[in-house]
C-alpha cells in the first residue's frame, strides 16, 4: 500500500481520506477465488489486520473440499482471535496524521510508523505459523503485493474480481484483475476443483467483526 497525505499550513490535508482507505477490502472480504494460475489454490480474501476490518465466508457444502467445517470453524476462531492484537499501520497512520502539525510528534512518530509497518508484513506468516500449529497443513495466509492488471479472477458465485485501474490521463477505469488485495487465506487442494462450484449458495454471505456489522457494502 502507498499512504500519501497532503499538507497545507502544516496540518493534513486529507486527513479525513485515512477513514476511506481499506475501503475497497469491504468488496473482496468473504469471497472465495480459484488461482487461475495454479487452480489447486483456493483464495479466500479476509481484509486487512485494522481494528473491524475482517470477513469470513459462512460455510458452505462445496467447502469440504477444503476442509472440515469444524475445522473450518476452529480456522475463523483462530482468526478472530489472532486479530485482536494484529499490527495495523493504517490505524497508525491516522493518528499520525491528526498530529502532523506537531513537529516533535512527527519526528517521533514516523520511526514508530515504519516499525508497525514492518511487523504488519511480517503478520501474515505469524498467522501462517499459527494455523500450521493447529494442525491444518494446507492452508496459509497471504498478502499479495501486487495485483495484475486483466487477471480473470472468478469467485464462487461466477462473479469475476474488478479493481479501478488509473488509464493514461489519469481517468479510473473498472477492469479485471486479481488476486484479491489485502489479506487472503489460500488453501491448497490435492486436486484441481470445479469452479465455480455447483452447490454453491446464490449469494455470499459474510461474517463481519462486531465493529462492522451493518457497514458490509455488496461484492464488486
Known sequence: QEYHVLF???????????????????????????????????????????????????????????????DYTRLVDLLKQSFQDAPSSNSTLSILCCCASVTPLLIVSVPYLMYVKQQELAFPDTLTERIRNAGMSKVRVVLPKRIDEGAIWVDSKNKQ????????????????????????????TDNILAWPPQDSAPAQTIMVAPATVGNVAGSQ
Open 8 to 70: 497545507h499550513s502544516g496540518r493534513p490535508k486529507l486527513c479525513t481520506a485515512m477513514a476511506g482507505l481499506h475501503s475497497a477490502w469491504r468488496t473482496k472480504a468473504g469471497r472465495c477465488f480459484q488461482n487461475p494460475e495454479n487452480r489447486k489454490e483456493i483464495f479466500m480474501g479476509i481484509g486487512w489486520t485494522g481494528p473491524g476490518e475482517q470477513g469470513y465466508a459462512e460455510w458452505e457444502p462445496w467447502m469440504q473440499q477444503l476442509m472440515s467445517q469444524e
Open 161 to 188: 474480481l474488478t479493481f479501478s485501474f488509473r488509464q493514461p490521463g489519469g481517468a479510473h477505469e473498472e477492469r479485471p484483475g486479481g488476486p484479491p488485495n489485502g489479506l487472503s487465506l489460500v488453501f491448497t
